[in-house]
């Protein structure tokens, strides 16, 4: 299983840019399992900025990003997505695609998650 993440870029503060995640099998369409968005930013730890269960019918986000990013499904095209508005200098940092084989409940650790994606750079100037 793969998953290729895209769409980041350099953008101003209060820019918008939706990060995509293709998964190569139906790792994404099924909706058993969790999926994920991590973001790391320069010498931090990575975190977890959303996540979703679509058999549970749950979402969580990062308190960080509430009420600013969405993360979203096509399960059709196993797609993952994360629409991000409002970004801000804060939000720059590599954001990564996740996807677990085991957990159906959204979660935030990354031993949750067994497969990844290459990571995507977003970088937000003031």
């Known amino acids: 299983v793969q998953l290729q993440a895209s769409g980041g870029g350099s953008v101003q503060a209060g820019d918008s840019l939706r990060l995509s995640c293709a998964a190569s099998v139906r790792t994404v369409g099924t909706g058993r399992y969790a999926l994920g968005w991590f973001r790391q930013a320069p010498g931090k730890e990575s975190v977890a900025v959303a996540s979703?269960?679509?058999?549970?019918?749950?979402?969580f986000y990062a308190d960080s990003v509430k009420g600013r990013f969405t993360i979203s499904t096509d399960n059709s095209k196993n797609m993952l997505y994360l629409e991000m508005n409002s970004l801000k200098p804060d939000d720059t940092a590599v954001y990564y695609c996740?996807?677990?084989?085991?957990?159906?409940?959204?979660?935030?650790?990354?031993?949750?998650?067994?497969?990844w994606g290459q990571g995507t750079l977003v970088t937000v100037s003031s």
């Open positions: 996740a996807a677990s084989n085991t957990i159906a409940d959204v979660t935030t650790a990354r031993t949750h998650y067994d497969y």
């Open positions: 979703i269960s679509r058999v549970r019918g749950k979402i």
